[in-house]
């Protein structure tokens, strides 16, 4: 028996666990008490963990279609196949008819980030879809025209902060988005013990809600109405003070303009939060000796997401807290190149290319997950003639299933890199699965850019791989090799020197680097012992914020140290990182960027409407037990009363003749579903709350629990065609249906 320390990747807060095994079985997971960043806190999909890899569904071999059957196959025939079937098409119709999706685990695997951005490398498509578009590009958008860069988010500092504004986030169940801070329950409970304050701004009375000082209910889709108020006061009442920020902010002005008509007054009838309680909130934010406004997927997937992610920085900014203790910061991840901040930059540059057949702007580098089917089926050059995805289960996750669905089934070939046969990759004739989690190494490179405090945590694999078993990141490598022309039969090998290779180049090339200067060949030797995600992690780590710079700080971090600290290391609470951090051209805080200013007169346009139109509105929700759409079969997760049901507020429910426990219809011009009613008063008069990632029961897919506890698809109700103008991202919020009983 060993013990294996290890961080989680199941969601954002990267808890550290504590993993008794015998090889590969997993007797116990309980949370690691002596981790730095997580202190033992676990929840239970955390301690499923054994259950999630001994899932006997859960796919090891590659698998090939044959119309409705699957054939196990060798890990030599998939290359063989992928070279015959894959490359031919790049070589016949050009990078674009290969399409990639990549799914929300590509965040939570060395692979995804490391190789999947070979794999887009190597192929040049412009056809590039993520779960970005359905999550958080708007905040992308509106942080990256703020402060300049796709990731430069800031953070609220709750372990600091003395007032915390919630708007559309449930720390609770989601357990911390854009926000990476293990237990965050505890954290808010201590932030409130020691005399703090939190409000959370929801149409739902969640279980943060209720764990918190006040909870106000607001119409879906209207927090940018909500915070304009808030804005409006902060000027009316001169609560303005940008306090360190002081100098370094433009666009104060214009913000101030457009805030003139946009009084609590005005908008208190759009949002349902009364015109008192929005001057006070803006008082309290003001009046704090430190506060942060945090806005999460409620603010995102609707209709005026991008706007929203805008204005919760700008009360951010207008209040002082960017950027200091209790406010909201930046964090300084170990893997920060060192030398990248330098206080100003290209921007973000939106709209570079377009999507072909409906126009939609690229945003960082993707286009929106909505565009997906239509590129599939609609003939004409750079038509998508094979789809890649990569961990992503876009049937489900995205609006319209049975459209994509049907689009699938157009494509010449469909390749599933995924550990289960189900909505999405049923469709696909090769399903490449990735490694067992004990055999892979494991290092957050994405949610260390977005926690509460600097750590470094690595995990080695704890466990070999077996002799058929091909870790996921040679698959994506290998991928790379065959878009490329140099084969998939070919080997990892060269794409992993390549991707390493690009990393080195930059960092000795990069002014203000700790290898500035230096001889490739002479760093890239010090890691000939390592190979794969680990070398380029190690490479990162040296070069990084913390790092020794190759033996120019002794003292600096690096991978070989991390190996002997399993419970990772605490490099501190967040520290001010501006102006340095900025990459806007102007090297300012852009507060008024002009594209989201040009966004407001659609906000204004909505006033003049009838607020009501006689539909519900439909919000989504999460549930600790689940995650999106994929640990559905992990039966320890799923029995006890069904989570896939339709919450109605009691009046509704009278009003449409709708018993707990019934069945209700719900629908609209796009779809329909039924659906077994809750009747709570912890949703909003004229909202009801649906969760998605369910819809399972597909006697295509390989999901024998998902299949016994199916849900109804939430996305089946928004449409392809509805989404926020800025980020092309799906409105999954705030959806008008109409509910009947059955
Ligand atoms: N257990 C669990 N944890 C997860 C996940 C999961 O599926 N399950 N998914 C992970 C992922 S991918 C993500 S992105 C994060 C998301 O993390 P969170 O953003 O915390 O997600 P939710 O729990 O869905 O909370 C969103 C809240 O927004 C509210 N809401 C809906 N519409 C509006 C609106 O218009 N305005 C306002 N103010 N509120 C609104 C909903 O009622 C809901 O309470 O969670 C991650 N963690
Ligand atoms: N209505 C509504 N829709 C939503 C949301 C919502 O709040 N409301 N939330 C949206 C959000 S925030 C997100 S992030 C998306 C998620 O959208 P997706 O990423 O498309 O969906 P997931 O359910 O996360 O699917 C993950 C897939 O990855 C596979 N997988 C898991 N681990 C691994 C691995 O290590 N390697 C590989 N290769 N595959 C793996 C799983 O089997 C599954 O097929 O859903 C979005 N859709
Ligand atoms: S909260 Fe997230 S990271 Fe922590 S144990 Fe649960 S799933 Fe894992
Ligand atoms: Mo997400």
């Not at 949370?31 to 899932?55: M, N, Q, T, W, Y």
């Not at 279609?65 to 790049?90: Q, S, Y």
């Not at 887009?120 to 905040?139: C, E, H, I, S, Y």
């Not at 405090?453 to 790379?480: F, H, K, Y």
Request: proline residues 6%.
């Amino acid at each position: 028996m060993s013990v294996t320390y290890r961080t989680c990747h199941l969601c954002e807060a990267t808890c550290g666990l504590e993993i008794h095994h015998e090889g590969r079985r997993i007797s116990l997971v309980r949370g690691d008490r002596d981790d730095v960043f997580s202190g033992g806190f676990i929840c239970p999909k955390g301690a499923s963990l054994g259950k999630l890899e001994d899932d006997p569904d859960r796919l090891q071999n590659p698998l090939l279609r044959h119309g409705e059957t699957w054939e196990e196959i060798v890990w030599d025939d998939a290359w063989k196949l992928l070279d015959e079937r894959l490359r031919p098409i790049v070589d016949r119709h050009g990078p674009d008819s290969v399409g990639v999706f990549l799914g929300n685990p590509n965040a939570h695997t060395l692979a995804g980030m490391l190789y999947g951005r070979v794999l887009l490398q190597a192929l040049r498509t412009r056809n590039v879809f993520t779960a970005g578009t359905l999550d958080q590009v708007p905040k992308q958008v509106a942080a990256g025209l703020m402060f300049g860069g796709g990731l430069t988010i800031p953070i609220p500092d709750v372990d600091r902060t003395h007032y915390l504004l919630v708007l559309g986030a449930n720390p609770y169940e989601s357990n911390g988005s854009l926000l990476t801070a293990p237990d965050l329950p505890g954290r808010l409970r201590r932030l409130r013990e020691r005399g703090g304050r939190v409000v959370v701004v929801d149409p739902r009375r969640t279980k943060t809600a209720d764990n918190a000082d006040e909870h106000v209910f607001i119409r879906p889709g209207t927090d940018a109405h909500m915070l304009w108020g808030i804005v409006h006061t902060l000027f009316d009442e001169d609560l303005v003070d940008l306090g360190h920020a002081d100098g370094w902010v433009s666009g104060v002005r214009d913000v101030r303009e457009s805030a003139r008509d946009l009084s609590p007054d005005a908008m208190a009838p759009r949002c349902g939060v009364s015109a008192d309680t929005i001057r006070r909130l803006a008082r309290e934010l003001a009046g704090a000796p430190s506060a942060a406004v945090y806005g999460r997927i409620g603010t995102c997937t609707q209709e005026f997401g991008t706007q929203a992610s805008w204005l919760v920085d700008v009360c951010n900014v207008l209040t002082g807290n960017l950027d200091r203790a209790g406010g909201v910061m930046f964090p300084s991840p170990a893997t920060e190149p060192t030398g990248s901040a330098r206080g100003r930059g290209r921007g973000l540059k939106l709209g570079r290319r377009a999507s072909r057949v409906r126009g939609e702007p690229e945003r960082l580098g993707e286009l929106p997950a909505v565009c997906m089917a239509e590129e599939i089926t609609t003939p004409g050059e750079g038509q998508i003639r094979a789809l890649v995805t990569i961990a992503g289960n876009p049937v489900l996750s995205a609006p319209d299933g049975p459209q994509l669905s049907r689009a699938l089934d157009e494509l010449e070939l469909m390749v599933s890199v995924d550990r289960y046969l189900n909505e999405t990759t049923r469709h696909a004739d090769l399903i490449l699965p990735p490694e067992h989690t004990l055999a892979r190494d494991h290092y957050d490179l994405v949610f260390t850019q977005l926690a509460v405090r600097n750590v470094a945590n690595w995990s080695a694999a704890a466990v070999g791989l077996e002799s058929d078993e091909v870790p996921e990141w040679e698959t994506l490598a290998r991928l790379a090799s065959c878009v490329a022309g140099a084969g998939a039969a070919a080997g990892p090998d060269a794409f992993d020197e390549l991707a390493v290779q690009v990393l080195v180049q930059g960092a000795v090339a990069r002014a203000g680097s700790n290898v500035f200067g230096r001889d490739p060949d002479e760093l890239l030797a010090e890691l000939s012992h390592r190979r794969g995600p680990a070398r380029a992690v190690d490479f990162m780590i040296r070069t990084g914020l913390h790092g020794d710079g190759f033996g120019a700080d002794p003292e600096g971090l690096t991978l070989s140290h991390l190996e002997t600290e399993p419970h990772g290391i605490d490099l501190g609470a967040l520290e001010p990182r501006l102006p340095d951090l900025l990459r806007t051209e102007s090297g300012c805080v852009e507060l008024a960027p002009s594209e989201l200013l040009a966004d407001v007169d659609r906000l204004r346009a909505t006033l003049s409407d009838q607020v009501e139109d006689g539909m519900l509105r439909l919000v989504g929700r999460r549930d600790l037990r689940s995650n999106n759409s994929w640990m559905h079969n992990v039966e320890v997760l799923v029995k006890g009363r069904p989570r896939c049901t339709l919450q109605v507020h009691p009046s509704d429910a009278e009003r449409l003749g709708l018993a707990d426990g019934a069945t209700a219809r719900v629908s609209n011009e796009t779809g329909s579903v039924e659906i077994p009613v809750e009747v709570t008063d912890a949703v909003m008069p004229g909202v009801v709350s649906v969760p998605h990632g369910w819809g399972h029961g597909d006697p295509r897919t390989r999901q024998s629990v998902a299949v016994r506890h199916a849900g109804v698809n939430s996305n089946l109700l928004a449409g392809t065609d509805r989404t926020e103008p800025l980020s092309g991202t799906a409105i999954l919020t705030g959806i008008p249906v109409i509910v009947s009983s059955v």
